[in-house]
């Protein structure tokens, strides 16, 4: 019977926490950080360290993955501190400089958990609520900036959080220039990799070297110096690697190569399809692309056993060849001073571990406080990275905290190796000492589209297999005429365009006439660039249009949306499956991942509109069909 009540009262909160959060996980971390912090009870430290042997047997078999280093105590915050910032940031609001923050956005101002894991819905102000919690950590809790590092995405947000964090700063009157504690992951690994491996020269910015290594997410394709060496790396392997050779040929599907005396074979630039690839590529290429998607998954090749992979044996094949490969291109970088932001992540991963690393100097030191906005589009290597980071810094006895920030239904980076996954399990990533585990913060409320925008966005999530459990509530009030996603179906651009654009115009003059309408009227999204292009060049310049990819469009918004997509099937992509069977980090396969991203993905593309959503497809097919 008791087991029946626990069930009863478990189910309860969990419904209580998820359709009213704000009698649950924020509040109650406001709360805390409004009270004096209380001192540590040093019986229950006993207890905990000193348990009996078949208790600690099981949190082993019930908490997989790195032993604990976050502490389990809280930050210490001293309500003076709490109530300084709470008039500081009023006067802040009366002279116009933010919003007044909501009692969710106060949590994670406030928060004292030094672990702690944000799920930020779209449009919950996430960027400015993370604003202001540096702020209270900087001028209130007085943390050294130069242990302290906020982490974006791109160089481009990175650019706009320093701006918001700089204005906020000198209204408060802070003495110093904190603006170098916002960097992206690559910028806060390149400035590791000068203390740690001796300024590397970057792969990634050969050709276009840049002040800040960017995320190369946001990158186009191969530059010309990058193909160059990629393709020398290529006829290195080829002429020298007889396997390589017969690899090669296998793959392109060409006769077995002629071995001839005394001439050096040259290797064949024959373009290549990969199944579950858009497109075909020269071998080269496609295997440049393939070494660095198991690098971001934290796969060594050189330690892989071919053999004992569950794939098919061209799969295999080409596994073998990315390994081949793989050791020239390397040696080739390392005899010109070069290295990959992906082989510069793995090497300071192992080094910090080592017994000999050294005393922590300024760049390590500086990520000793984490704030990691976006955190749903990390990978496994990023993981491995921040696990050798923080537990280089708690074994040379510094303090530690972490906060993630993100959502794991706007996750969209699966292609490139990420995974909403380490953020859902993050508790198996990143646990606290002892029995703790990291504090949940919901931000639920959004204050950039409407209901109806918003429960069609959640509908397509319906069969998105891992996900955490959140119901949003939009803040902004409905107006005459708006309404949620209109499917328009049996459309074809080809013949379809003057009917779009004649609906572009229309969209145009109905947001000029709506009263506070956001200053851009219509954004036009597709997966592809390609209808993109087609749009452009018959629009009008002159209207108030942006018109860009999904991915590039996340964290914009636009009155109206307007979605170009025909959601077609992801094909299956073997290769990718094994890769990802093999690196231990994920519970499903590549292809799952791509086909719950692809409704995450339509989930961002909705999330973009805020009083009216409009999606041209030619039938109603995966993420539509929800809608039609």
């Known amino acids: 019977m008791l087991s029946a009540v626990a069930r009863y009262k478990q189910l309860l909160s969990s419904a209580l926490a998820r359709y009213f959060p704000r009698t649950t996980a924020y509040l109650r971390a406001e709360r805390e950080a409004a009270q004096p912090r209380k001192p540590a009870r040093k019986q229950a430290r006993k207890k905990a360290s000193g348990g009996k042997k078949s208790s600690s047997g099981k949190a082993a078999r019930s908490k997989p993955g790195p032993a604990g280093i976050y502490p389990a105590t809280r930050l ?18 009366g002279a116009g400089l933010i919003g007044a923050p909501s009692d969710e956005q106060w949590a994670m101002i406030l928060c004292r958990a030094p672990l702690t894991r944000i799920f930020a819905g779209a449009g919950s102000g996430k960027s400015s609520t993370l604003v202001l919690r540096v702020v209270f950590m900087l001028c209130h809790l007085q943390i050294d900036p130069q242990r302290l590092t906020v982490i974006s995405f791109t160089n481009a947000s990175c650019s706009e959080l320093r701006e918001r964090l700089q204005r906020l700063l000198d209204f408060w009157q802070y003495g110093q220039d904190a603006r170098q504690c916002v960097r992206t992951f690559h910028a806060a690994m390149a400035a590791l990799a000068k203390e740690q491996l001796g300024s590397p ?37 080829y002429a020298e690697d007889a396997r390589f050779r017969l690899l090669s040929h296998r793959l392109l599907k060409l006769p077995a190569p002629q071995e001839t005396q005394g001439r050096t074979a040259k290797a064949p630039l024959d373009a290549c399809k990969l199944p579950g690839e858009f497109a075909a590529l020269p071998l080269f290429e496609l295997l440049y692309g393939q070494i660095d998607f198991a690098a971001s998954l934290g796969i060594r090749l050189d330690h892989l056993d071919v053999k004992t992979l569950q794939c098919a044996a061209r799969e295999r094949d080409f596994i073998e060849a990315m390994q081949r490969f793989q050791e020239h291109f390397t040696a080739l970088l390392h005899s010109q001073g070069l290295i990959s932001f992906n082989g510069a992540f793995a090497q300071l ?6 017994a000999d690393a050294g005393k922590p100097g300024p760049a390590l030191l500086a ?15 990023i993981v491995l990275w921040l696990q050798a980071v923080h537990r280089r ?105 003057p009917r779009l654009l004649e609906e572009i115009r229309a969209q145009c003059a109905h947001v000029a006439s709506r009263p506070g309408a956001d200053r851009t009227a219509v954004l036009l999204l597709s997966r592809r660039n390609e209808p993109l292009q087609q749009v452009r060049a018959q629009l009008d310049k002159a209207l108030p249009v942006r018109a860009l990819t999904i991915h590039r469009a996340k964290g914009l918004q636009a009155e109206v949306a307007i979605i170009l997509d025909d959601c077609l099937p992801v094909e299956k992509h073997p290769l990718r499956n094994a890769l990802y069977a093999q690196c231990g980090f994920f519970t499903g396969s590549y292809d799952q991942a791509m086909q719950d991203e692809a409704r995450r993905l339509a989930y961002v593309a909705i999330t973009r509109g805020v009083s009216r959503v409009l999606w041209y497809t030619r039938k109603a097919q995966g993420a539509t069909q929800c809608l039609a």
């Not at 792969?203 to 393709?231: C, H, I, M, V, Y």
């Open 76 to 93: 210490k915050i001293e309500e003076a501190q709490v109530q300084a910032m709470r008039e500081r940031v009023a006067q802040a609001v």
């Open 201 to 237: 020269r970057w792969f990634e910015q050969l050709d276009e070297p840049a002040a800040e290594p960017d995320n190369p997410l946001t990158g186009a394709r191969l530059r010309p110096a990058q193909q160059r060496l990629l393709k020398q790396a290529y006829q290195s392997a």
């Open 349 to 354: 991963s192992e080094r910090l571990q080592r």
């Open 367 to 381: 990520l000793g406080h984490l704030l990691i906005d976006e955190f749903q589009d990390i990978s496994p290597q």
């Open 393 to 497: 810094l708690h074994g040379a006895g510094e303090r530690i905290s972490l906060m993630a920030i993100g959502d794991d239904w706007q996750s969209i980076y699966g292609w490139r190796g990420s995974s909403p996954e380490l953020f859902i399990d993050f508790d198996r990533h990143f646990p606290s000492r002892g029995r703790g585990k990291s504090t949940i913060l919901l931000m639920g409320t959004n204050y950039r589209s409407i209901e109806p925008v918003l429960r069609d966005a959640e509908k397509v999530l319906a069969e998105v297999r891992s996900k955490q459990a959140k119901t949003c509530v939009a803040a902004k009030a409905m107006q005459p005429g708006d309404h949620g996603v209109k499917l328009i179906q049996r459309f074809d651009l080809g013949n379809g365009l």
